[in-house]
C-alpha cells in the first residue's frame, strides 16, 4: 500500500482539536502541578512532621505506582465510592497529581542545593524563614531547577497522551478516530508524533531562551 | 549594674552526643574588640554562630545590652543588632553589590529604597568598593567579596559585628585590603567579636584575646599576655604550632 498524507491533512482540523485538548489538559495539569510541587516541597523541607510525612507518602505512592493506574482509579474507581468525575476532571486531576510528584522532588532538591551559607546569611540580616526563602533562596533554587524542570514539563505533555484511555479526545485519541475511518494507521500515527515533536520544540525553545537569561548572574 | 552589650552565661551546646561547648562564658562591654584563637574544631565558630541563634543552644541565657533574648521578637531584634560576617563570604550571587548591600535594609528594616540605596553607596564607599556596586559576586576577587560582606552587614548598623575566620579563605595577597577594612572599623569603636588567627591583627586591635580549646576558654588576657607570656600548657603548644607555620 501507498503512503497518502493527503488523507492526514484533509483530516488537519480534528488532529489540531486533538492537540488544542492536549495543549489544554498538560497546561491546566502542569499550573496545578506547580503549585502542589511548590507546596509539596515547602511540605517536605519543613519541620513539621505531619506535613512532611504527608509529603513524602504523596510523593512516594505517586512515583511508585503507573501513570494509568492512577488514572484507571480516578476514572474508573471512584465512581464506587460515590464519586463519580468526568473524563475532562479525572485526566487533569491525575496529571496534576503525577507530575506534582515529581515537581515536588525537583524542587525539594533545588532548594536544598542552595548554599547552606545563603540562608545563614540572609537569617543573620534579621530576615525570616519565609522572607529569605522568598528573596534569597528562592530565586537561586529557580534557576537550579529550571533544566530538570523543563524535562518534566515534556514528559508531562507526553504523558497527557494516556488520558486518551479515560476518553479524552486529545491528539492520540483524535487520531485513533481519524484511523478507524480511514484505516491509515501508519499516516495518521506520524502525523501525531509530529505534532508532539512540534509542540515540544515550541517548549524547548521558550526554556532555552529563559536559562540564558537567568543564566547571566 | 556592669555596662556589658553581650552577655553569654552558661551556654551548653551539643551535635547530638558530643558536647562542643561546655558552661561557656563571656561577657563584652561596649566598644571592646574580642580575639578568639583555638585549634581547629575547639568550638570558636560556635560561639559566634550561638551568640546569633544560628545554632539553638542547648541551655544557657544570652543577654543584649542587659536583656535576655529568647522569644521570637527578641531573636529578630538581636540578630538585626549583631552584624556577622562569614570565612566564605555568603554573598547573594543573584543580586549585583549595591542590591546585596540594601536587601535587608529594604526588606527588613522596610526603608525607602531611594535612602536605602544611598545608605548602600556610602558604605561601599567605606570598604572602596563604590565602583562595584553594578556588578555580580562573582566577578569580585574574595578579598572585594568579602569587604562588600562587611558592608552588607554594617548596612543594618548592628551594635557588634562577628567575624568568623574573615581572612583564611583568601589568598595571602588580598588578607591585608580586608583587615584594612576591619581595623577602621575598629577604631570607629564597633564593639567586635573576630576569630582570626592573624595576630598582627590581634595585637593591633584587640583588647582582650581569648584561647579556646575542647568548647571551653583555656586562657585569656591582653594580645601581649597572650602571644608573650602565656601560661597554659595548651595555649604554649598552640601559639608554637601557629607560628611555625607562620615562617614555613
Ligand atoms: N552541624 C554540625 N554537626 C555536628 N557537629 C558539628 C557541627 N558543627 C560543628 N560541629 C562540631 O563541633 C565542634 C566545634 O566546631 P567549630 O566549627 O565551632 O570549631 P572551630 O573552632 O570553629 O574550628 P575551625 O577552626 O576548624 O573553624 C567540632 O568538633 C565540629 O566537628
Ligand atoms: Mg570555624
Redesign the interface.
Known amino acids: 500500500m501507498e503512503l497518502d498524507y493527503s488523507i492526514v491533512l484533509g483530516k488537519m482540523p480534528l488532529l489540531l482539536e486533538g492537540c488544542l485538548v492536549t495543549l489544554q489538559v498538560s497546561t491546566v495539569a502542569l499550573l496545578f502541578g506547580m503549585i502542589l510541587g511548590v507546596i509539596g516541597a515547602l511540605c517536605r523541607l519543613s519541620n513539621n512532621p505531619i506535613l512532611k510525612t504527608a509529603a513524602f507518602f504523596y510523593v512516594w505512592i505517586i512515583r511508585g505506582t503507573p501513570f494509568l493506574v492512577q488514572l484507571f482509579i480516578l476514572y474508573f474507581g471512584l465512581p464506587q465510592l460515590g464519586i463519580r468525575l468526568d473524563s475532562m476532571m479525572a485526566g487533569i486531576l491525575g496529571l496534576a497529581l503525577n507530575t506534582g510528584a515529581y515537581i515536588t522532588e525537583i524542587i525539594r532538591s533545588g532548594i536544598q542545593a542552595v548554599?547552606k551559607?545563603?540562608a545563614?546569611?540572609?537569617?543573620?540580616?534579621?530576615?525570616?524563614y519565609g522572607?529569605a526563602m522568598r528573596?534569597?533562596i528562592g530565586?537561586?533554587a529557580v534557576?537550579i531547577c529550571i533544566p530538570p524542570l523543563v524535562n518534566q514539563f515534556i514528559m508531562t505533555l507526553k504523558n497527557s497522551s494516556i488520558t486518551s484511555l479515560v476518553t479524552i479526545t486529545e491528539l492520540v485519541r483524535s487520531g485513533d478516530q481519524i484511523i478507524s475511518t480511514t484505516f491509515r494507521s501508519f499516516e495518521v500515527y506520524t502525523a501525531v508524533a509530529l505534532l508532539y515533536l512540534v509542540l515540544n520544540s515550541i517548549f524547548m525553545v521558550i526554556a532555552g531562551r529563559l536559562e540564558k537569561r537567568t543564566a547571566r548572574? | 549594674m556592669n555596662n556589658y552589650i553581650l552577655e553569654l552565661v552558661g551556654l551548653h551546646k551539643s551535635f547530638g552526643d558530643i558536647e562542643v561547648l561546655k558552661d561557656f562564658n563571656l561577657n563584652i562591654v561596649e566598644g571592646e574588640k574580642v580575639v578568639i584563637i583555638g585549634p581547629s574544631g575547639s568550638g570558636k565558630s560556635t560561639v559566634l554562630r550561638c551568640v546569633?541563634y544560628?545554632e539553638p543552644i542547648q541551655s544557657g541565657s544570652i543577654f543584649f545590652q542587659r536583656k535576655n533574648m529568647w522569644s521570637k521578637s527578641d531573636l529578630?531584634r538581636l540578630?538585626?543588632n549583631?552584624?556577622?560576617v562569614?570565612q566564605?563570604f555568603?554573598?547573594?550571587?543573584?543580586?549585583t553589590v549595591l542590591e546585596n548591600v540594601m536587601?535587608?535594609p529594604v526588606?527588613?528594616?522596610k526603608i525607602a529604597r531611594q535612602e536605602a540605596s544611598e545608605l548602600a553607596l556610602s558604605l561601599l564607599e567605606r570598604v572602596g568598593l563604590a565602583e562595584k556596586k553594578d556588578s555580580?559576586p562573582k566577578e569580585l576577587s574574595g578579598g572585594q567579596q568579602q569587604r562588600v560582606?562587611i558592608a552588607?552587614?554594617l548596612a543594618?548598623k548592628p551594635k557588634i559585628m562577628l567575624f568568623d575566620e574573615p581572612t583564611s579563605a583568601l589568598d595571602p595577597e588580598l588578607v591585608e585590603e580586608v583587615l584594612l577594612v576591619m581595623k577602621e572599623l575598629a577604631h570607629e569603636g564597633m564593639t567586635m567579636i573576630v576569630v582570626t588567627h592573624e595576630m598582627d591583627f590581634a595585637r593591633e586591635v584587640g583588647d582582650r584575646v581569648l584561647f579556646m580549646d575542647k568548647g571551653q576558654i583555656i586562657e585569656e588576657g591582653t594580645p601581649h599576655a597572650i602571644f608573650n607570656l602565656p601560661r597554659q600548657e595548651r595555649t604554649i603548644s598552640f601559639l608554637r604550632r601557629i607560628s611555625h607555620r607562620a615562617f614555613c
Request: net charge positive.
Open positions: 548554599d551559607g545563603q545563614e546569611a540572609a537569617v543573620s540580616l534579621g530576615m525570616s522572607l528573596r534569597i530565586p537561586q534557576k548572574q | 546569633n544560628l529578630q540578630r538585626m549583631i552584624g556577622m562569614f566564605r555568603n554573598l547573594f550571587p543573584h543580586m536587601e535587608a526588606m527588613v528594616k555580580y560582606a552588607r552587614a543594618m
